[in-house]
């Protein structure tokens, strides 16, 4: 079993910056894929970016966060963090990260065995 927690999430103005942690627990964790996803209200929950626990690459991101925002992991903290710079309006969403035992880069939320809470990101135009 594995346990995530994710915080970080506020109101920021369009522009601004803001860095998510995704707090991990659990025998595995660290043998897993952590991925971040984000849902906004009446849409699908889609893909923001991932990355290999273990070995701390390769990663992987969604188009339109490219150039943008960043994945990381300390591995004595057990958190992965997600560092968004640049935000629009649009990346307005709940935060989710979650946990992948397949060891690939998946971007499909239906792969991901074990979820976190999510946290609330609003950003201001």
């Known amino acids: 079993q594995v346990q995530l927690v994710e915080s970080g999430g506020r109101l920021v103005q369009a522009g601004g910056s803001l860095r998510l942690s995704c707090v991990g627990s659990?025998?595995?964790?660290?043998?897993?894929?952590i991925g971040w996803f984000r849902q906004a209200p009446g849409k699908e929950r889609e893909f923001v970016a991932a990355?290999?626990?273990?070995?701390?690459?390769?990663?992987r991101f969604t188009d339109s966060v490219k150039g943008r925002f960043t994945i990381s992991r300390d591995n004595t903290k057990n958190t992965v963090y997600l560092q968004m710079n640049s935000l629009k309006p649009e990346d307005t969403a709940v935060y989710y990260c979650?946990?992948?035992?397949?060891?690939?880069?998946?971007?499909?939320?239906?792969?991901?065995?074990?979820w976190g809470q999510g946290t609330q990101v609003t950003v201001s135009s």
């Open positions: 979650a946990a992948d035992r397949t060891l690939a880069l998946h971007t499909t939320p239906s792969t991901y065995d074990y």
């Open positions: 659990g025998d595995t964790f660290r043998r897993y894929i």
């Open positions: 990355i290999h626990w273990s070995a701390g690459s390769p990663t």
